[in-house]
């Protein structure tokens, strides 16, 4: 797990990043590598690494140079990631006489690059941001894993009479080159105040600035006038299930394949531990790990005020939650509670870090035990991707089921879903927005067409709207990329890699082969939606909670662990470490009346947010979040 940076330009001219500036960019990464750095050089390509050391700690450096048989060095590769269950590319890649020096990933990633070009992207299992220079072919290729475990950013800009790319792990290490303008991209901007997303499709909150996105390859060609980029998907999700088999065999196949991805998960020289919510996925986590890694320490935490012994688990706090979980898997157990104090104090200093607003309020907590468990472990397993996979977003799934009910056959169209998807994931809906952005921004911003042909796009990927499985393929392109760049980013800003069994390329395709009704479905009767209530947005709060009651989510999962995980936690309501963000948000509430946000935001949000912030709080977060963003890098 490291932190990687870069500079390439193009018809050879030298850069406009000298050593000092690329390692001054290399460095902002501390976080993500304190145990060691490098850096290649030549005059028009540089290459930084921070590494945190998780393989075989002291046998790699990075950046890592692949010789080709002449000795001539071939591919240098900068690499961010872990592989999993690398021993059949080990047995491939010495095939043809060659014997690796080292027992760390990093050498196998190199030398699978070096052999099959971009084709060894599929040949990997595991999370991977990596950046290679082609020395001899003057190329540059930068990709990422299937789901978007680890980010990597890039920028393409003028120079002179070519191009300089720069790239990064953070986008604030793009930040310190000197081409590279810090100018927000007001289209993004507005999509974040609605789905609090810090992307969106391959752009970011930077004009400038560009995402890989999940499953992509980017490639420039550094000897063209021209270089690119080259992008395309090499990854792309199974098909869905077609309905067929068991659901008792399809809950043993899914016991048997999250098991294997956890005992995968579990491959480190350094110390590992488990975050445990007391919900169902980080249980599950936690009971297959702990089975196969004796003396397993488990993480929580949660809200201080309530007391972390002694209250009842009822009282529905994550605290007293995984204090069950814990003495029934038999884990070494901390509890971490988060006040809030500590909230105010680390959400400003997360926006400032990282160069981007935060995505769910959580993300605070997440890097408060982070940065607890950090001295007693270097790897953290968590239970991102159950949901994602397994249909656990029980609530906007009921919706969706609801349109689909009573909908003819073919009247979904793929721009009405796409309507149907950003009004069940709005923040700030597109018609509350008017008395959100001044107009002049709103203009800017497009009114939101960008984030509309997002969506419209997704479902045109996905299949038939008017089947659940291409609902929930949508919904997880969504969510899963945003939360496991919450992990990422709060872990690694406490040196911490996280590791997320359930977004993994075997659990991805069991998942994929099975029908919509074994992941999401009836518990016991209950009132169903008209369409006509979903799609206009009328259907009643008391109407959804009590259909919401009547069907579950995750079904397979819970059948298939149902021996493994306490009764009391298979029938708990989802929660990730929630915490009281709506009453602690009052300490920063005032960021709104800061210049940069008193320039776009209308003075009626800017004083509901700050008078009213425990009520408006579907307002406050994401408003309260892009104030404290554009005074620290637009002020």
Known sequence: MCGIVGVATTHGRLRAATDAVVRR????????????CGLYGEPHVAIGHRL???????????????????GDTALVVAYNGELYDTEALRRDLAGDGWHPQTACDTELVGRALAVYGADALSR??????IAAFDRRRQRLLLARDPFGMKPLFYAVVPAGDGFEIVFGSEPVALLDHPLVRIEPDWAVVSAYLTTIRTTLGDRTLFADIRTVRPGEVVQFDLRSAAP??????????????????????????????????VAAHLVSDRPLAALLSGGLDSTIVAACAGRLHPGLSTWVTGDGTLPAAGCRAEEDSDLAWAAVAAAAIGTSHTAVPISAARFAEVWPWMVSELGVPLGTPNETAIYHVASALAPHATVLLSGEGADEFFAGYTTPQTAWAGLLDSAPPGAISRDRAAGALIDLVSWIS?????????????????????????AAGAFEDAGDPGRMETYLRVQRAFT?????????????LASVEGRTPFADGAVAACAAALPAHMLFGAAESGPRAGAHQVASGAMTTALLEARVQSLVGKRVLREAFRHDVPGAILGRPKASFPIPFAAWMAPLADAVDSGPAVEILT???RELVRTNHAHAWRFAWPVINLSLWLRTFWG
Do not use: N
């Not at 960019?25 to 060691?36: A, I």
């Open 25 to 36: 960019m290399r460095d902002r990464l501390l976080h993500r590598g304190p145990d060691g």
């Open 52 to 70: 945190l050391a998780i393989r075989d700690p002291g046998r790699i450096v990075q950046p890592f140079e692949v010789a080709a048989p002449d």
């Open 124 to 129: 990997f299992r595991g999370m991977f941001a």
């Open 228 to 261: 690119g980029p080259e992008c395309r998907q090499w990854y792309r999700e199974p098909a869905a299930g077609a309905g067929a088999g068991a659901f008792e065999s399809a809950a043993s196949t899914v016991r048997s394949v999250v098991s294997g991805s």
């Open 430 to 454: 597109r018609d509350e927005k008017a008395g959100v952005l001044r107009p002049d921004v709103a203009r800017a911003g497009d009114s939101d067409a960008h984030l509309d042909a997002w």
């Open 480 to 492: 899963l990329p945003g939360l496991l760049a919450r992990l990422d980013s709060a872990t690694m």
């Open 603 to 605: 003075p009626q949000v």
